[in-house]
């Protein structure tokens, strides 16, 4: 799999991201409004997958220089993009992944130790950069398609690369950028957020991709889409993997989510206890009353 970036400026605070959530806005909040057909939705899905597919491997062969991949948490926009990027840096291409906390500094130095041509850089759960304006400037400066990508520090604050140089103060990008979030740039900057200019700005200088994944049908098309390969791999008979999807189906609303990791983990359970993992899911997985 391509390589984390471990280094100086990356690190993942659990309350500083619990406090982001409160300031930006993900997935436009899942609706119950039904207005297209389970045939409607399943093209839909496969279409967009498709592409995701598709521009996932342009941009990590250099053909693409930016692309913003948006879509709810836990349905295979991460898998998706991971598994070429693992196809991809068997060819030898030097690929970092950058998850969590993004400091300004942490940025820059990435993007400069992935700056030549056919360099790919993979932001995956990394959206508290949108909190800081340091870092959000320079990511729309590398996300640009433009020929010419320069990017600067003019800060006091000094970087070094690992071996100890000096980072320069500006340098030319030629890498690509492949951004997956949680965020729902379009709802953004149709509420007037206040990062809308910026995300504006991001769509205008990318390929921006939203998976438009919007409602409890979506959400529940795009499982029955994976759940069967999920199934074949880790050896669920038809019956069973039947019997998840029923129990989804009929629980949607309780489970604390509806992801495929909701499936990877009753998939868990029926293999600890086939006879009764119904009653272990609606106990452990089912969200709870909390009396306020």
């Known amino acids: 799999m391509p390589r984390g970036v471990p280094k100086n ?6 309350n500083y991201l619990a406090k982001q959530a409160t300031v930006l806005p993900t997935q436009t909040p899942i609706a119950q409004v039904v207005e297209e057909t389970i045939e409607q939705i399943q093209k839909k899905l496969a279409e967009r997958f498709a592409a995701l597919d598709t521009m996932a491997v342009a941009t990590l062969v250099g053909q693409n220089k930016s692309l913003i991949v948006s879509g709810p948490a836990g349905l295979g926009k991460s898998y998706t993009v991971m598994l070429r990027a693992e196809e991809h840096e068997n060819d030898g291409r030097k690929i970092a992944v950058v998850k969590g906390f993004v400091r300004p500094t942490g940025l820059y130095k990435v993007l400069f130790e992935h700056k030549e041509a056919g360099d790919v850089v993979i932001f995956d759960d990394a959206d508290s950069v949108f909190a800081d304006d340091i870092a959000l400037n320079l990511l729309k400066g590398a996300c640009d ?16 690369t690992d071996d100890g140089e000096q980072l320069p103060t500006q340098f030319e990008f030629n890498g690509s950028i492949i951004f997956i979030t949680n965020v729902d740039f379009d709802y953004c ?3 007037g957020n206040t990062r809308a200019q910026h995300f504006q700005a991001m769509i205008s200088r990318s390929i921006y991709l939203d998976l438009m994944m919007k409602t409890t049908r979506d959400y529940l098309v795009r499982i029955e889409q994976v759940a069967p390969a999920m199934f074949a791999a880790e050896k669920v008979s038809e019956q069973d993997g039947n019997a998840i999807l029923s129990f989804i189906r009929s629980h949607h609303n309780n489970l604390r989510e509806l992801s495929l990791r909701m499936v990877l983990k009753l998939i868990n359970l029926q293999h600890i ?3 009764n993992w119904q009653a272990l899911a609606r106990t452990t997985c089912f969200k709870s009353k909390v009396t306020i």
């Open 9 to 14: 400026g990356f690190r993942k605070t659990k």
């Open 145 to 160: 398609m433009t020929k010419k990508r320069t990017l600067s520090w003019r800060a006091e604050t000094k970087m070094e």
């Open 189 to 191: 900057i149709a509420k």
């Open 273 to 275: 206890d086939r006879a």
